[in-house]
């Protein structure tokens, strides 16, 4: 099969996930190499090594400087498995990349995963259960978990999660065109080793903006203290809306040194209604995830409703044509505002699950 090949870090999760489905062999060139600390990251190594647990018979090579990675896929055998994921990148950051694998696995995946649960870079474990998961469920993957033992925060993490998915034959064709109404608003307002108030004045704050506009918003706080907080104080938010018709849209907000509650609480609550705003089914995080599946589905059509493309989104466009020939049809919504996405997917298969 022919190679696959790429300049630059960006995309690099997607990039390893597209080419370990594909069958295709990767080449990476030109890995930060204008930088003064040129090549590969700690966390990408970290990736690459999880990558390796999951897979059987996968070959990595890196040259001296970091700045080439070749990379032929093996085979995705699922199982059980312990990873940690440091402190430079979020848990997140590793379990949206190898999403898409674990359902095309050969045995079910159990996960156990240590590093930081929150941070100010990446979609946070509470985004990831309340809003990623369900986009699996689109998909006919249905049965994810994902449950936090222990809240990890910036800089020195010590979170802990178990996640799990189960296998698929194949994904199921997605008709994600009707966003609906925003119906309710839910959310967790956490806090680790620091007075369980500052959460309580998170929600205090963020209820204050959302129920002028909707009667049925719930926030509730989670609170850490000793091993299950982690090495690090702090607290955050995470809101979701979901919508008459089921659709979710989520938003996250880590409280930097220094920041007061009722300033999370009311920039959460802000985020949360420009994304309403934006409009579409899935949400800016979930956008990337939503058209890599749509491009792995049956080869029958598969639509999404977005508010507006993301640049990942973009490169999730390109890629998906790189290496599954898979083209989107791309219509705008005048009316609405929101942007209908439409494609055949390319019919990837998990031939190590029985037809029942």
């Given at each position: 099969m022919s190679t696959m090949k790429f300049k630059g870090c960006n995309n690099f999760r997607q990039r390893l996930v597209c080419a370990t489905l594909s069958g295709r062999p990767l080449l990476i060139t030109h890995i930060r190499s204008e930088?003064?600390?040129?090549?590969?990251?700690?966390?990408?190594?970290?990736?690459?090594?999880?990558?390796?647990?999951?897979?059987?018979?996968?070959?990595?090579?890196?040259?001296?400087?970091?700045?080439?990675?070749?990379?032929?896929?093996?085979?995705?055998?699922?199982?059980?498995?312990?990873?940690d994921c440091g402190s430079a990148r979020s848990i997140s950051w590793?379990?949206?990349?190898?999403?898409?694998?674990?359902?095309?696995?050969?045995?079910?995946?159990?996960?156990?995963?240590?590093?930081?649960?929150?941070?100010?870079?990446?979609?946070?474990?509470?985004?990831?259960?309340?809003?990623?998961?369900?986009?699996?469920?689109?998909?006919?993957?249905e049965g994810a978990t994902l449950n936090v033992k222990k809240r990890g925060l910036p800089p020195s993490g010590g979170g802990h999660v178990e996640f799990s998915c189960p296998i698929v034959r194949e994904l199921r064709p997605c008709n994600l065109v009707d966003a609906g109404l925003i119906k309710r608003v839910r959310g967790v307002a956490y806090c680790a080793k620091i007075s369980p108030q500052f959460a309580n004045r998170v929600v205090t704050s963020a209820r204050g903006l959302l129920n002028r506009l909707l009667p049925d918003v719930y926030v509730h706080t989670d609170h850490y203290k000793g091993l299950a907080g982690g090495h690090s104080p702090g607290f955050g938010l995470t809101l979701v809306a979901e919508s008459t018709t089921g659709c979710l849209l989520a938003v996250d907000v880590h409280a930097k040194e220094g920041a007061l509650p009722e300033d999370v609480g009311e920039r959460g609550s802000a985020l949360l209604l420009e994304e309403v705003r934006r409009g579409g089914c899935v949400d800016s995080v979930g956008q990337a995830l939503v058209l890599l599946l749509m491009a792995l589905g049956p080869e029958d059509v598969s639509k999404v409703r977005i508010g507006q493309l993301t640049m990942h989104g973009i490169q999730t466009l390109r890629l998906a044509r790189e290496a599954f020939g898979v083209t989107f049809k791309i219509r705008a919504d005048t009316e609405t505002g929101t942007v209908l996405l439409s494609c055949l997917g390319s019919g990837v298969r998990n031939f190590s699950k029985k037809v029942t």
């Open positions: 930088e003064e600390e040129p090549g590969l990251r700690d966390f990408e190594g970290g990736f690459l090594r999880l990558l390796e647990r999951l897979t059987n018979g996968c070959q990595v090579e890196i040259n001296e400087t970091g700045t080439v990675l070749r990379y032929v896929p093996g085979i995705i055998v699922g199982g059980r498995h312990e990873h590793f379990l949206e990349g190898i999403l898409p694998l674990a359902v095309f696995a050969k045995q079910p995946l159990h996960l156990s995963l240590s590093g930081l649960t929150n941070d100010s870079f990446d979609v946070s474990v509470d985004n990831v259960k309340a809003v990623i998961l369900p986009i699996l469920a689109f998909f006919g993957a």
